[in-house]
Structure formats: structure tokens, C-alpha cells
């Protein structure tokens, strides 16, 4: 399934090749209804046992609630990745945005999944 809106980021998860995707701006007043949906398809790919899984974040900018719901969807991750699944978490951001920057940093802080911290000039999500 994919999303894509002003506010809303587009999300995406293609279960064939492992891959997940959030991209764009996530600036909705009331994450949660956005999410918590996202997040039910995301614990229903999770239940398939994956054996690897490449979760590509490519967020110019995200607002508090949603920091909140990318957070409970990576720490969904972790018993996977206990469990033996390889998982890489890409997470890209504009070289001179230190607020991204330290967000992907923070994030990788509070799971314990691998990540990719990504500085790119330009971000364009069809480049992931």
C-alpha cells in the first residue's frame, strides 16, 4: 500500500524484496490516524518472518506526534531482529540538516537495529 500527500509522507511496503519506505514530510496535526493504520500494516509484514528487511527513511522534515509513531514502528523491529532477521534501517537526510541528522542518531540510540546514516546534497527518493 503508498500514501502520498503534502503533509503526508508516502509509505510503502513491498513485501516481495523486504523493502520499506517512508518518504517526504510528515507534518499532519494529528499523526495518529495516519499511522496507527501504517503500523497494523507493518506488524502484519512482520508476522510474515521476514528474513531481511531494508527500511528506507528519507524525511525532510517530521513534526513531534510523528517522531512518536516512526519510533513505535521501528521498535517493532527489534524481536525480529533478535530473532536472527537482517535489518538495515537507511536513514537519509540533507548533509547541512543537523536536526534530521541528529534525529536518525537519536533514533539508532533507542533501537537496537542497525543504521545507516546517509548524508546526501540533494535527496530525491527515486535515487533510494
Not at 512482520?46 to 521498535?75: C, G, R
Not at 539508532?108 to 535527496?123: D, G, H, K, R, Y
Amino acid at each position: 500500500m503508498s500514501y502520498i500527500s503534502d503533509e503526508l509522507p508516502e509509505f510503502s511496503i513491498d513485501e516481495e524484496n523486504g523493502i520499506i519506505r517512508i518518504d517526504g514530510m510528515s507534518l499532519m496535526d494529528v499523526a495518529k490516524e495516519f499511522y496507527v493504520p501504517l503500523i497494523e500494516e507493518v506488524k502484519n509484514y512482520i508476522d510474515t518472518s521476514p528474513v531481511k528487511v531494508d527500511i528506507f527513511i528519507n524525511l525532510q522534515y517530521f513534526n513531534t506526534p510523528s517522531s512518536k509513531y516512526i519510533l513505535e514502528m521501528l521498535k517493532m523491529f527489534v524481536p525480529l531482529h533478535d530473532e536472527g532477521c537482517k535489518i538495515l534501517v537507511h536513514w537519509y537526510f540533507e548533509e547541512d540538516d543537523e536536526d534530521m541528522h541528529e534525529a536518525g542518531v537519536d533514533f539508532n540510540a533507542l533501537v537496537s537495529i542497525p543504521f545507516e546514516l546517509i548524508p546526501t546534497t540533494f535527496v530525491r527518493k527515486d535515487k533510494l
